[in-house]
């Protein structure tokens, strides 16, 4: 089945630095990959989300690029801001209506 | 526009015993799925439907199970409760399918006892 690691599980950055996570999947139908956001006991939140025809996207401080032959996508976040702090999650998604989730990342950004 | 709604936001069951959560989509959207979420096992696939169909399911024994009905509300069973179901569990819906954004809803907080 698919499978999705997501490096590194936290991640401790000063604000105003830059946060790279990255995400490996195995399932070459995978087409949707979206990036969550979940703050401490709240609901995940889509923040960026890239498909299978596009290289790279950017939403301001947001930008999430594709390699499909490399398999893995990465979520990078510029100029960090203590607010940006939170539990982060990629996952891949299929047409066949499966989703399937990263491990997570922790990302603590130091005033 | 309502956002996802799940009942009850927080259960406690006993070992053996069965429970039902529910979940109402965001007017207009098909698709509902169903995710489990323990401290450091991340989001884990439960099942997703469209239609009153299970299009999709994760690997979970058959203790759990899912339906959905012809107004797009889905509940989940969990039968025979071990202690290790004890999760969030969180339901999200899309307008159609997987790739397309999903909208979360608060989950339910299941304890086992």
Known sequence: ?111 | KAGVTQTPRYLIKTRGQQVTLSCSPISGHRSVSWYQQTPGQGLQFLFEYFSETQRNKGNFPGRFSGRQFSNSRSEMNVSTLELGDSALYLCASSLVDSTVEAFFGQGTRLTVV
């Open chain 1, 1 to 111: 089945g698919e499978n999705v690691e997501q490096h590194p599980s936290t991640l401790s950055v000063q604000e105003g630095d830059s946060a790279v996570i990255k995400c490996t999947y195995s399932d070459s139908a995978s087409n949707y990959f979206p990036w969550y956001k979940q703050e401490l006991g709240k609901r995940p939140q889509l923040i960026i989300d890239i498909r299978s025809n596009v290289g790279e996207k950017k939403d301001q401080r947001i930008a999430v690029t594709l390699n499909k032959t490399a398999k893995h996508f990465s979520l990078h976040i510029t100029e960090t801001q203590p607010e940006d702090s939170a539990v982060y999650f990629c996952a891949a998604n299929t047409n066949a209506g499966k989703s399937t989730f990263g491990d997570g990342t922790t990302l603590t950004v130091k005033p």
